[in-house]
């Protein structure tokens, strides 16, 4: 029987972390850089200064929601069971706990239906969504199934085939994917 289990990253699909992290640090039209660290652009030491900002307590709770993600979240948990895949953050004490209460604010995701892993691999489910291709190549490569990459400004340079750049498009292939 096909797994009806579809496993989706936070930061990224769900929350936006980098405009999170640049109203935060004061710099909303910063156009970040365009590789995974996008604050490598910054002088050092507002770098820096917006690195601490994401290790504040609260912070996780701040950042804004992908539009499109609530009804998406929504139309796919009617169908499938939706897993959300996170890597912590080691540098913020409180990240776990707020990115639990941005899930369940936002949308009604308790803490049985996440998991924090630095490894994502290992996770079994039909289909990953994330915004980083070596998530996406070493769980495809490790689960044998098609992984979907959510095309962003850092991930461009990625040869991942497999990419979704919205929401209406990210239904129609992972629901492809548990069908």
């Known amino acids: 029987m096909k797994s009806k289990r579809i496993l989706i990253d936070c930061d990224g699909p769900l929350s936006d972390l980098v405009a999170g992290t640049l109203a935060a640090a004061g710099i909303p039209d910063h156009v970040p850089a365009p590789e995974w660290d996008f604050l490598n652009n910054l002088p050092a030491e507002q770098k820096y200064a917006a690195k601490r900002l994401r290790s504040k307590p609260g912070f996780a709770l701040s950042l804004p929601v992908v539009p499109g993600a609530v009804e ?23 990240w776990k706990e707020d990115r639990l209460a941005w899930l369940s604010r936002h949308f009604n995701i308790g803490e049985d239906m996440v998991t924090f892993a630095d490894d994502k691999s290992s996770t079994e489910g039909a289909t990953l969504l994330d915004d980083k291709p070596a998530n996406i190549e070493t769980w495809s490569a490790r689960q044998g199934r098609r992984g979907w990459l959510w095309s962003c400004f850092h991930n461009q340079g990625s040869s ?19 069908g």
């Not at 998406?72 to 409180?94: D, K």
């Not at 991942?160 to 548990?178: F, G, I, K």
Request: net charge positive; proline share 5%.
């Open 72 to 94: 998406a979240i929504w139309h796919l948990r009617r169908i499938a069971e939706v897993h959300i895949l996170t890597a912590p953050m080691s540098s913020s004490a409180s």
């Open 160 to 178: 991942w085939d497999h990419r979704v750049a919205n929401w209406p498009d990210a239904v129609r292939v992972l629901l492809a994917q548990v």
